[in-house]
């Protein structure tokens, strides 16, 4: 008996077969394994080495099954079903054989239950029990090894190791990084790293997809807080990048105590986390959080503080200190600062906020120049096109192009899919001057081959390197003529001026080797490329032009709106996309309506009864000018820490000490709620019920794993009280209340918590409008100045990303990675002395300041180039970065903050 399974006309036609189970037949796909069949068909089997997401292995044994036609004993999870077997998984010579192996394995493991961390979720322990194996009824054969305790995330005990090879599956297939394998043989085998060599000396990225992976305890979390298993599991989703991954915490006495990958199927993670997700989140814990609320006050000396208050009397001055300020000096004197780290429903509550009751469009946040920026700006040359954007999808790309941005460090989960497609043949080109952890894995690296060559004007390189590339991949005839005349247009002439000049004249000029060039345009040529774009592109200089480039080679190749194609973009906050939607922008409303056009909002103001400002309001930059100037008079400053996060911090702080009014609402204490007059304190994402748009497109809902601190409430509470007490007639008392004006207002919203994770709504607007190619790059000569001979940029590393606000307060990440050192070429590193393996304490100076830390070379940065990771030491890399440098949007804007010219010495 055969089920067709294929309907198509002229397709192959796919029989499923049948097969017997416990005397139960079963229709299942020829090919896969008999365990597979069984799962199917909720026939269980267990098994301690089978993960659905690894690759069979049959290291265990334990999924023993018996084909009762032949008498054999076959490992399910590796032997494929075939027609007609006649499979059973309880015979008594299968339980026999289970029960043995269990009792072999336990007669090898130590006595250590009661005080192992896995405890309760120890898969060998769960087997042996419902097997009936209680005593082995063996000789002990104790395999001594010692307890490894050498990092601040993971515990080794590798005597509890059963060699189910889980661990090393996953660091080669999922992670694709290779940090570990088998060393050994026998009873001396185990997993380790090359020559055995510590994890924090290797290649590990720390991850913790080993730990999440291991079935006992031999692998477990390093934790200063807690140990042994946990009360109780919670589902959320994580508070740190733009990848939104899918958790299941641990919490125990109302804290969060442990954090694996949740094991819901088809999430953007999967079976990964990163070092931040996984291990980062002990920042919960912190002896910094916000438990009550604070109200600056006279003391007996005259001198003012923070004194603890009720919410009633906290919410009561903020209101009526705001709205005096307003009656006194006009609503443009009041600025709303939202958060990329605040839910969906709480930047949509607090926008409405700022422009219903306080009548202002001063609206923000401080992704507004970063990926929020970028985002518009996609938008607004795709239309719709690049909406929705699967992770999954870089996979299954013809070929991946990354411009100037190392996922790994950035979005990990994103890196992983990457070198997955990598290992499975899709063809990579690496554009990038400084290089990257991703360009040694494989693919093509195209940068300077000539060191010094770009010296202060190194990011001059990457449009340089990508109109070289698009003339390489056209001379190729790799260009998609059939997309460019019917579905583009090119009113600047960059299709023409391609042709202008030879890609080997245009590989001289940006100072790649021609040969190099050609070989990456045959590798694209005719393929639909995944254009991948840093979250930060336009807060560096020349990012426009860059943008424009890698647009254009998009176009040309024919990606944009292709499957598994197009511009990729992976923001550093986790709500940056939602932010965006829900109108945390000064001239944007919910839905990415534009608040100057009358239709839009009328809108608006029909659901919300308000007619709303026509004009836009002022953006970051305008609202701290404006502080200076005293234009400003009152801020409200809603999870974000701008004296911690933005250029030139003494700066800023100048400006905000000349407001009226100061509210900060946050989770911890941090130097810009420590000069407020009024300081909320707020629930963290794990606290609280809400939802974030990530990177891809997806709406992901989650609810509360655990209660805040103290008085803290979630952001969207303090909103809706506050709302309230403004005298606003609309009554927000539960979360679906605001959700269902969303959905009313922001048609890509419409399924909007029905299901934890749902894609956004694709709209037709603008899908028809023709793609229009960028103006070709033209830059303007850059001055050389000889007082600061080397350009400097301000980048992420994966263990803070950002301004390491919530990372700082991580013990583990704090413990491991407590400074972040210069990475400068190999020749200025001889020049000032320093060796590879001697990191030399330097000084880095530019117009604005001057910081200190060690250098260190870090491969392929070419001569004059300076990378400074931020979020370490108090952030400090912002003290050399030039406010006036923050992006304004404008079209000529080529300076962006994060590129510093500086001079730098040994100290």
């Known amino acids: ?171 080669h297939e999922l992670v694709a990084v290779g940090a570990i394998d088998y060393s050994d043989r026998g009873f001396s085998s185990r997993p380790a790293t090359l020559h055995e060599r510590p994890l924090e000396e290797s290649v590990c990225t720390f991850c913790g997809t080993c730990v999440s992976m291991c079935p006992t305890g031999a692998l477990s979390t390093r934790s200063e807080h807690y140990t042994g298993t946990p009360e109780k599991e919670a589902y959320t989703i994580c508070g740190f990048c733009g990848a939104g991954c899918s958790m299941a915490v641990g919490v125990s006495g109302g804290r969060i105590v442990d954090i694996n990958p949740s094991t819901d199927k088809n999430t953007v ?66 600025g709303f600062i939202g958060s990329a780290k605040c839910t969906n429903e709480e930047n949509y509550l607090f926008q409405k906020i700022a422009r219903v009751i306080f009548e202002t469009n001063n609206v923000t946040n401080c992704q507004e120049q970063n990926g929020a920026a970028l985002l518009r700006r996609i938008d607004e040359k795709t239309g719709v096109a690049a909406r929705i954007m699967p992770f999954s999808g870089l996979e299954h790309a013809e070929a991946i192009v990354l411009v100037g941005t190392d996922p790994e460090h950035t979005v990990p989960v994103a890196g992983y899919h990457i070198r997955r497609a990598v290992r499975n043949k899709a063809p990579m080109v690496v554009v990038d001057p400084s290089g990257s952890g991703i360009a040694s894995f494989g693919g093509l690296w195209l940068h300077p081959e000539t060191n010094g060559q770009w010296g202060q004007d190194a990011l001059r390189f990457s449009p340089d390197a990508l109109e070289a590339l698009a003339a390489g991949i056209a001379e190729e005839n790799g260009s998609d003529n059939t997309h460019i005349g019917g579905q583009t247009e090119d009113p600047g002439g960059w299709v023409d001026a391609l042709s202008g000049k030879s890609p080997d004249a245009r590989a ?99 659901t919300w009864e308000k007619t709303l400002p026509d004009t836009p309001g002022m953006g970051l930059r305008e609202m701290i000018e404006a502080a200076e100037a005293g234009n400003l008079k009152a801020l409200y400053i809603m999870g974000e820490n701008p004296l911690r996060a933005l250029p030139d911090p003494e700066r800023i702080a100048a400006a905000f000490e000349k407001l009226e009014f100061i509210v900060v609402q ?63 007639p609309e009554q927000y008392t539960t979360i679906e209340k ?30 028809s409008k023709p793609f229009s190619f960028a103006p070709p790059f033209r830059p303007e000569p850059v001055q050389q100045d000889d007082s600061y001979p080397f350009s400097a940029y301000i980048g992420n590393r994966r263990w803070h990303l950002g301004s390491g606000t919530r990372t700082a307060r991580s013990g583990r990440i704090t413990a491991a990675y407590g400074t972040g050192r210069i990475g400068i070429s190999r020749e200025d590193a001889e020049n000032l002395g320093i060796a590879n393996d001697d990191p030399m304490a330097v000084r880095i100076t530019s117009a604005t300041g001057s910081i200190e830390r060690h250098a260190e070379i870090f491969p392929g940065l070419p001569a004059g180039f300076v990378f400074v990771p931020s979020g370490f030491s108090g952030n400090d890399a912002m003290r050399i970065a030039d406010f006036d440098s923050v992006p304004t949007g404008t079209e000529n804007d080529s300076h962006g903050w994060r590129t510093v010219r500086v001079r730098m010495e040994t100290i």
């Open 1 to 171: 008996m055969a089920l067709s399974t294929a309907t198509n006309k002229g397709a192959v036609t796919v029989k499923n077969i049948v097969i017997t189970i416990n005397g139960k037949k079963i229709s299942t796909p020829p090919g896969i394994t008999i365990l597979a069949a069984a799962e199917r068909n909720a026939i269980a089997i267990p098994t301690l080495c089978n993960h659905a997401e690894l690759s069979p292995y049959g290291a265990c044994r334990i999924c023993l099954v018996e084909d009762k036609s032949s008498g054999r004993l076959m490992a399910s999870c590796v032997t494929p079903a075939a027609q007609d077997m006649n499979i059973a998984t309880d015979s008594d010579r299968v339980l026999e054989h289970r029960k043995n192996i269990v009792r072999l394995m336990i007669a090898e493991h130590p006595e250590s239950c009661i005080v192992c961390n896995k405890g309760n979720r120890c898969e060998l322990r769960r087997v042996a029990a419902e097997l009936g194996v209680a005593e082995t009824r063996l000789y002990p054969m104790p395999n001594y090894k010692p307890f490894e305790t050498f990092n601040p995330f993971i515990a080794r005990d590798l005597s509890k190791c059963i060699l189910c090879g889980k661990c090393i599956r996953a660091d």
């Open 269 to 334: 993670n999967g079976a990964t986390l990163c070092v931040r997700g996984h291990f980062a989140h002990d920042y919960l814990l912190s002896a910094d959080r916000l438990t009550t609320p604070l109200i600056r006050k006279k003391n007996e000396d005259g001198t003012e503080s923070l004194q603890a208050a009720a919410f009633n009397d906290a919410l009561s001055s903020v209101v009526g200190r705001i709205a005096d300020i307003k009656r006194r000096h006009g609503p443009e004197s009041i």
């Open 508 to 606: 001289r000029a940006a100072g790649i080797d021609a040969a190099k060039l050609r070989k990456a345009a045959s590798m694209l040529s005719g393929k639909k490329i995944a254009v991948i774009l840093p979250p930060d592109l336009l807060e560096r200089r020349y990012g426009i032009q860059t943008f424009d480039a890698a647009f254009n080679l998009a176009l040309l190749t024919g990606s944009i709106g292709a499957q598994h194609a197009g511009l990729f973009v992976f923001t550093l906050e986790n709500n940056t996309a939602g932010a965006l939607d829900m109108g945390c922008a000064p001239d944007l409303l919910p839905g990415r309506r534009n608040a100057a056009d009358p239709d839009d909002r009328k809108i608006l103001e029909k």
């Open 666 to 728: 946050d989770i911890v204490r941090t130097r810009t709620s420590e000069i407020a007059h009024v300081v909320l304190p707020a629930a963290a994402f794990s606290e609280k019920q809400g939802s974030f748009t990530n990177t891809e497109g997806r709406i992901q809902s989650f609810g509360p794993a655990a209660r805040p601190p103290g008085d803290a409430l979630p952001d969207w509470n303090i909103l809706a009280s506050l709302a309230r007490k403004a005298g606003y």
């Open 738 to 767: 605001i959700r269902q004006e969303i959905r009313r207002i922001a048609p890509l919203y419409s399924a909007m918590g029905s299901h934890r994770r749902e894609w956004l709504k694709k709209t037709d607007s603008g899908a």
